[in-house]
């Protein structure tokens, strides 16, 4: 059992990170390589399918294959000087949480003795570490122990959950830094998790809170970031206007005798802004006569039949007047303008600015970068809400972050794979998700 801190010691644990080695700390995987470089038994081969397939967890694939193992300490730490790699910006990360009394913690399904061997070439100590046990016995022989396993269940070799619960009552805050398969559980009860590579995506799939993470070089900058600008895309993100969009496409589609398209078709398909879609989608002697269709039509439908999304006005209530917003949208800007003015939040805006304004639509960067002028802001203190693809995509062009907003025509998965910085289950959440970490 875990020993409760003191009030002194409780005021200085405010924040706890753990974080996983392998593919996290280490750049690279070592476990796989380090035990079949060391197999003597081909029966190895079906002890790892077991594995892949869900049949046993790595706690049983570690019983089943010690005793195929041969190696030393000497085999050890040449495999660690060829094959394992540390994150170059993990020992600058590990002063700085240091320096602002975050406690770090190693939690791996790898082994004890691979993290120690790599920290002790990088003059990395100080460090708990959570692992599996690797020890060397007579004649090259290899024993494997699980101190860290979860006897109620006993899949993993070592229980991230188990460990994160552990430490639950002597910490305020909880982070999880990790990229894979064993960091998932503990991914669950994290207050936070700093995603690499698929954790990421496994994250955004069981609506787990996390950030996108590339490597420890983010780190400290994303656990501290002050955002100072937020920038939002229109239709789909603040307000509901898809159907009225859908609906005037499909009057310009009868119109002109063209096949209707479904409200889900309409919103894949016309992500680029009204006359780039129409240009490529109709007869090009009709896109001029297209163009008017729509307008005429939409002209007379969308103030009734557009609305706020659920929580966006109390959102965008929220950031006034501690985040400077503004609009950057597809949507032609007389349209955007209009609306904002119509559903009362043009006031609150600093541009509000799209189609037909004289720059470039998304996914360029032009508006972007004429949004972050106009408000005075970096790209490092601007994030962009969108719903979207090409809401991802043109952030990226402007080098800034997307926080990407699920919806019933883009899953979070789908998003996530997308690689926005954060994907978010609703408006909602958004003020929470601009507030620094630590």
């Known amino acids: 059992m875990v020993a409760v801190n003191t009030k002194k010691e409780r005021k200085k644990a405010q924040t706890l990170i753990l974080c996983d080695f392998d593919g996290t700390v280490s750049l690279k995987d070592t476990v796989n390589r380090l035990i079949r470089s060391h197999l003597f038994d081909p029966e190895w081969r079906y002890h790892v399918k077991r594995y892949l397939r869900g049949n046993t967890g790595s706690k049983g694939v570690y019983e089943a294959l ?218 090009p002697e009709e896109a001029d006569l297209g163009i008017k269709i729509f307008r005429d039509y939409y002209d007379t439908i969308f103030l009734e039949k557009t609305t706020m999304f659920p929580g966006a006005a109390e959102a965008l209530e929220r950031l006034n007047g501690s985040r400077k917003t503004g609009i950057v949208t597809n949507k032609r800007g007389k349209y955007a303008r209009i609306l904002a003015d119509h559903l009362g939040f043009s006031e609150k805006m600093e541009l509000i600015i799209g189609a037909e304004d004289g720059f470039k639509a998304k996914p360029h960067a032009d508006m972007f970068v004429e949004f972050m002028k106009t408000a005075g802001v970096s790209e490092h203190a601007t994030v962009y809400v969108g719903d979207a693809p090409i809401d991802i995509h043109g952030a990226k062009a402007a080098r800034i972050d997307a926080f990407a907003l699920a919806n019933r025509f883009y899953s979070a998965e789908e998003l996530a794979l997308h690689k926005p910085r954060r994907v978010l289950r609703s408006i909602s959440e958004l003020p929470d998700a601009l507030e620094p970490l630590v």
């Open 66 to 283: 010690a005793p195929m193992m041969r190696m030393n300490q000497d085999d050890l730490n040449q495999f660690v000087s060829e094959h394992a790699e540390l994150d170059p910006h993990f020992p600058e990360f590990l002063d700085w949480a240091r320096s602002r009394e975050i406690d770090v913690k190693i939690v791996s399904d790898g082994f004890d003795a691979t993290i120690k061997t790599l920290f002790a070439k990088h003059g990395v100590d100080g460090l708990d570490i959570f692992a599996n046990g690797l020890h060397f016995v007579e004649n090259d022989r290899v024993e494997i122990s699980n101190p860290y396993s979860n006897p109620e269940c006993g899949v993993c070799g070592t229980c991230k959950l188990s460990i994160l619960k552990s430490f639950r009552d002597r910490y305020n805050k909880i982070i999880l830094i990790g990229d894979g398969e064993s960091d998932r559980h503990a991914a669950s009860e994290a207050d936070m998790v700093l995603a690499l590579k698929d954790l990421f995506i496994y994250c955004a799939r069981n609506e787990i809170p996390a950030i996108r993470m590339k490597s420890f070089q983010e780190a400290s900058s994303l656990l501290t970031r002050r955002i100072q600008a937020v920038a939002f895309d229109l239709d789909g993100t603040l307000i509901e206007s898809l159907e009225a969009i859908a609906e005037a496409f499909n009057h310009m589609f009868a119109t002109l005798g063209y096949p209707s398209m479904t409200v889900d078709e309409v919103i894949r398909k016309t992500g680029v802004s009204l006359i780039d879609f129409v240009r490529s989608y109709l007869k």
